[in-house]
Every structure is written in structure tokens, then in C-alpha cells.
């Protein structure tokens, strides 16, 4: 069982909005502003959406955002495309041994 | 741009130790942290561990006792040993690298991952 609690599944239709949560504890998600959000394609690599909560790295579309509130952390998806049907994971520092901690991935279906 | 490439068997004997390594290029393994995952068939995105290039070692408390990483700095490589293997171990396996600093914790580039098989 992951440490970090994902839904399994969302979805969503082409151009509207869904967000995925990830709740943690006061010893990682809420107690660090470390969350760091994956996308996964079928037999593709991981590729970093979101890192330190809100950042987007160079090449990431502005579609994506991220979020945090107390314990939980929050990717949200807007105007959705075909492209973004993929599985998601969200990953947070934690305070203690062994400092990673991980959710156990959503899939999103673009409807 | 840096970029990482996973090698090993993709067939591992049940019992028998997997073992991996992980070449970076367009960068060096010095002053960064390295680590591995996997992804089960059917499951979620599993970190294994990572380790400084200078030798700390972190690793996934469920794998722990079975898992070693190692860092060859005059190679530019990385490697992963899983040691008693059970057909749970069939995964992709992935390499990446860990910013870890200041105000960043997250893991920038990945390898293309590598398939395997626990099977005799």
C-alpha cells in the first residue's frame, strides 16, 4: 500500500478540467513544499509535470498546475486533451528514512 | 541534455540476483543523486532507492534487504542488484536522476526503462 493516497481513476471530456489529489501527512505532503507530479504514457518513460508543488519545468504546457492545501496536493489538468489520457503519480520528500514517499498512480481516461 | 540508458538480461532465474546498470551521457554522475524504479506489470510506479554519488544510500523499506545500488563515477554509471528474485521482481525497470536540494526534491531525467522477466 503507498504511503501517499491517489484515486485510481478520473476522467474528464476533450477541453474540460479534472484534478487529481494526492493526501499525504504533516510529514511529507504538508509538511514540505516537495511534491513532485509524473506523467506515465503506455510503455513510455515517466516525464516530470510538477515539481515543488506549482513549478512547471520547461516544456510542460501551461495546462498543467499543480497545487497544495494542508496534507494534500493537487495536479489539475485544464482543457484537456487526447494526449493527456496517461497515469499520474505523485511523489513528496518525507522527514524521515527513507525521505520518499509515493502515491500508487492515477489513470486518467480522456472520455 | 543529459539522457540515461538502462542494460542488462531481461530473462533473471527465480532466486538468482538481477542486476542493471545505468549509463548516463551529457552529464556526470558526480554531484548529483541516481535512482531506480519499477514498474510492475498491472501496477503503480515503484521507487526502488537512490544514492549520492559519493555513497549514502537511501532504499524502499520493502525492498531493502534485497537491494543494493552502486555508483561508478569512472564509468559514468549506475547499478542496481536485486538479490533472491521471485516472479514478483518481473518489472520495467527505470533509471533517474534526483535533484535533491534546497527547495527541489524530484527526479528530472529518466531512462527509457528495461524489461524484466523472473522466469526459469
Known amino acids: 500500500q503507498s504511503a501517499l493516497t491517489q484515486p485510481p481513476s478520473v476522467s474528464g471530456s476533450p477541453g474540460q478540467s479534472v484534478t487529481i489529489s494526492c493526501t499525504g501527512t504533516?510529514?511529507?505532503?504538508?509538511?514540505?513544499?516537495?511534491v513532485s507530479w509524473y506523467q506515465q504514457h503506455p510503455g513510455r518513460a515517466p516525464k516530470l509535470m510538477i515539481y515543488a508543488v506549482s513549478k512547471r519545468p520547461s516544456g510542460v504546457p501551461d495546462r498543467f498546475s499543480g497545487s497544495k492545501s494542508g496534507n494534500t496536493a493537487s495536479l489539475t489538468i485544464s482543457g484537456l486533451q487526447a494526449e493527456d489520457e496517461a497515469d499520474y503519480y505523485c511523489y513528496s520528500y518525507e522527514g524521515n528514512y527513507p525521505y520518499v514517499v509515493f502515491g500508487g498512480g492515477t489513470k486518467l481516461t480522456v472520455l | 541534455q543529459v539522457q540515461l540508458q538502462e542494460s542488462g538480461p531481461g530473462l533473471v532465474k527465480p532466486s538468482e540476483t538481477l542486476s542493471l546498470t545505468c549509463t548516463v551521457s551529457g552529464g556526470s554522475v558526480i554531484s548529483h543523486y541516481w535512482s531506480w524504479f519499477r514498474r510492475p506489470p498491472g501496477k503503480g510506479l515503484e521507487w526502488i532507492g537512490h544514492m549520492y554519488f559519493s555513497g549514502s544510500t537511501n532504499y524502499n523499506p520493502s525492498l531493502k534487504s534485497r537491494v543494493t545500488i552502486s555508483v561508478d563515477t569512472s564509468k559514468n554509471q549506475f547499478s542496481l542488484k536485486v538479490s533472491s528474485v521471485t516472479a514478483a521482481d518481473t518489472a520495467v525497470y527505470y533509471c533517474?536522476?534526483?535533484?535533491?536540494?534546497?527547495?527541489?526534491?524530484?527526479?528530472?531525467?529518466w531512462g527509457q526503462g528495461t524489461l524484466v522477466t523472473v522466469s526459469s
Open positions: 504533516s510529514s511529507d505532503v504538508g509538511g514540505y513544499n516537495y
Open positions: 533517474a536522476r534526483l535533484i535533491a536540494a534546497t527547495g527541489f526534491f524530484h527526479f528530472d531525467y
